[in-house]
C-alpha cells in the first residue's frame, strides 16, 4: 500500500497494512497480538505509537514484561515484532528511526526450560488418558507420541485422517511454515483417534465437552489434567510433551536426522521405507489390546518414534 494512502493517526490500518506483507497466517496472527500489545501498552502510558520513537521507551515496555514475568524467548520475540514493523513504519517514510536498533536487546537462553517428561512419565500420563478415553486420549497420543504443536493439533479434521501403504496417516493443514505435512500413526493412536471420532464423517478430529472444535484452552487444560491424574507435579504444557516425545525418541536411539524430519515438522514427508511401521504387507494391521495401566504402555515403543517402528 502507498505511503500516501495511509493516516498516520489510524493505527489499525497501518497494523493491517504491515500484515499484508506476510503470507502466513500464523505468522499475521502472531503479530497482530504482539503488536497490539504494544500498541495497547502505549496508549496506557501514554506514549504516541509512531511520534514517540523514542528507544527509552521501548526499553522501559522491556522492563515491564521483565518484571511480570515473561520468559526470555517470549521478551525476545516481542522485540522483534516491534522491530519489524518499525522497519516497515521506515521504510514507509512514517518514522524517521527504528527504536529498536538503538537499544540492546535482551538475550535468549541457551537451552530450553520447558519442562519436559521422563519416558516413564509418559507412559503414565498416556496411561492415565487412556483411562479417561475420548477426545482427550486421541488428543494425548498426538501430543505425547507423534510431538504435535498445539495449533497442529486441534485444526486436524475427521477427513484427514487416511491410509498410506495400509499404514494409517494423519494430514495436517496448519503446520509452521504453512506447508502440508503427512505423519503416520501407531495403531495404539488411530485406536484413540477412532474412539474420539465414533462413526462420524466429518467436523473436527477432536470436539470438547460442548460438541464443538478444541481450543487451544481445552489441550492446556486437559494436558494439566492428566499429568494431575497420573501424579506428575510437573507444570506440563503441549509444548512440553513435543520436547518429551523427541527427547525420549532421542534417548531410545533415533538418531539426530530423523528427529528433525519425523515429528510434525514442516518438510512434507509422507510415509516411506524409513519412516512407515516395519509391519508385513497385510491388508489390515494388527491392532494391539488396550492398555489399562502405564505398564502396558513400557511394553511399547514410547516417543514419535512409536508410529514409524
Not at 509452521?176 to 462413526?199: C, F, H, N, R
Request: one cysteine or more.
Amino acid at each position: 500500500m502507498a505511503t500516501t494512502s495511509l493516516r498516520v493517526d489510524d493505527v489499525p490500518l497501518l497494523l493491517e497494512s504491515f500484515l499484508t506483507g506476510y503470507w502466513s497466517q500464523r505468522t499475521r496472527a502472531n503479530y497482530r497480538f504482539i503488536l497490539g500489545g504494544w500498541f495497547t501498552w502505549c496508549t496506557r502510558h501514554e506514549h504516541d505509537v509512531l511520534r514517540d520513537t523514542d528507544p527509552r521507551v521501548v526499553e522501559r515496555w522491556i522492563t515491564d514484561m521483565q518484571q511480570h514475568p515473561y520468559a526470555a524467548n517470549t521478551i525476545a520475540a516481542r522485540v522483534s515484532a516491534v522491530s519489524a514493523f518499525y522497519r516497515w513504519c521506515l521504510r514507509e517514510q512514517l518514522v524517521d528511526r527504528n527504536p529498536v536498533e538503538a537499544i540492546r536487546r535482551p538475550s535468549r537462553p541457551g537451552e530450553s526450560t520447558t519442562s519436559s517428561l521422563t519416558r516413564h512419565q509418559l507412559t503414565d500420563w498416556l496411561a492415565a488418558a487412556e483411562r479417561h478415553g475420548g477426545a482427550w486420549w486421541a488428543a494425548a497420543m498426538l501430543l505425547g507420541l507423534n510431538g504435535l504443536r498445539c495449533g497442529e493439533l486441534i485444526a486436524c479434521d475427521v477427513t484427514d485422517v487416511g491410509n498410506h501403504s495400509w499404514h494409517h496417516t494423519l494430514a495436517l493443514r496448519t503446520t509452521k511454515g504453512d506447508k502440508p505435512t503427512v505423519i503416520a500413526l501407531a495403531p495404539p493412536t488411530m485406536q484413540a483417534i477412532e474412539t474420539a471420532v465414533d462413526g462420524r464423517s466429518g467436523g473436527p478430529l477432536l470436539r470438547n465437552t460442548a460438541g464443538r472444535r478444541m481450543t487451544v484452552y481445552n489441550v492446556q487444560y486437559l494436558v494439566a489434567a492428566l499429568a494431575r491424574d497420573a501424579g506428575i507435579i510437573k507444570h506440563l504444557t503441549p509444548h512440553g510433551l513435543r520436547h518429551s516425545a523427541i527427547t525420549v525418541g532421542l534417548d531410545a536411539g533415533v538418531s539426530l536426522p530423523t528427529c528433525r524430519t519425523s515429528p510434525a515438522t514442516p518438510t512434507p514427508r509422507p510415509p516411506d521405507a524409513t519412516t512407515a511401521p516395519a509391519t508385513p504387507s497385510t491388508a489390515t494391521p494388527p491392532t494391539p489390546s488396550p492398555a489399562t495401566s502405564p505398564e502396558a504402555y513400557r511394553h511399547r515403543s514410547c516417543g514419535p518414534w512409536s508410529a514409524f517402528v
